[in-house]
């Protein structure tokens, strides 16, 4: 393996104007981390990385390449671009295995973090550099939001979210399992116990439904909790997938690992807006993509589909009246996630937008002060480069803000 990466790092051209950094989405120093390592500093070259993104192991594995930093290699217009990735993976894993941490001395103000995916984690990370006295808020038995429960082993080994999770326990961050903020307490106890700020970001685990009959059947499921515990299904075998994002594809490759034979992944459009290598991998392993359907009605047989037509943006015209059964022994709905409004139903203070996502100001502050936001329950669902690009900004904003209101804790 060492070999491969040397050799790719060798095809890097150094361009004066990288457009590999201008195709990803946290401005990864590209052509500088190349050139630390093949010069010899590879802990340069790790360091850059992290500082840059903490979550860049995770990145180098589950970034869309092709659309990001590779798609934009100079190279890769008449031949293959710099596979940026595995090189970025190799220097990763090699940097945190022999990083040695050690906790900030505390200035001895709290910072509560709220949720334990990819925005927590960075904001932790970033906040304990600064030296603040950080505790995560999990409402599960585990940290990772969506890198544990949403990503399927055979895309991100869970054993790197185990090695962040040292990684943070080393930088002196507290991590309080089982506790949904919402429920179990409120913003105001946070406050109460001494915690000068806030972050949230509980991502968009809950699932949106198809608001048809049927959908309330005991064999149909949604994939966001279906991933969370793909073992606790019994599945057939036979599934129809509605929806042809990641987490659709994510679904049908795990379930064919399951031993389900006939994954049929059923769109209403006329295209698929999973990523390509996401779609591809799917497709050699075995399922079956269905373009213009749309589900009127899931019956114990499987599920009502009718025919679609789409304009030029891909966007659905028109829908028949006539409709055809497709036979299933299970029902996967992957249409889409909304936020959990278990904080925002505790207090008023928090306004959010017509879709449920928390409006933020320009330094990601929400209407409630001291309390900020980032990742998918501000945006949507986004990638994880992108969630961990906007929670950096919003580490920093947390940091002026207490700077500026309390300095340092006596």
Known sequence: MAHNVIAEAGKCLNCKKPMCVTGCPISTPIPHFISAFLNGRIEDAGKMLFENNPLSLVCSIVCNHANQCQGHCVKGIKGDPVEISTIERFIS????????????PSNGIKVAVVGSGPAGITIAIKLAGFGYDVTIFESKTDMGGVLRFGIPEFRLPKEIVERYKELMYALGIKIKFNVTIGRTFQIEDLFRDGFRAISVGTGVTWPVPLNVKGET?????????????????RLGKSMIVIGGGNVAMDVARTAMRMGVRDVKVVMRSDRCTANIEEREYAGIEGAQFIFNKAPDEICDDGVYFCDTVCDENHRVTSVSNERELMRADTVMICVSQRPSKLILTQTDKIEVDGRGLVKIDGQGETTYPGVFASGDIVRGAKTVVETVETSKRVACAIHEYLQNNYGSAQ
Do not use: T
């Open 217 to 233: 059947l005991a064999h149909v499921h949604y994939g966001v909790h279906f991933l969370e515990r793909p073992g606790k299904y």
């Open 93 to 104: 894993e090699r940097y945190l295995d022999s990083l040695s941490p050690q906790p900030v």
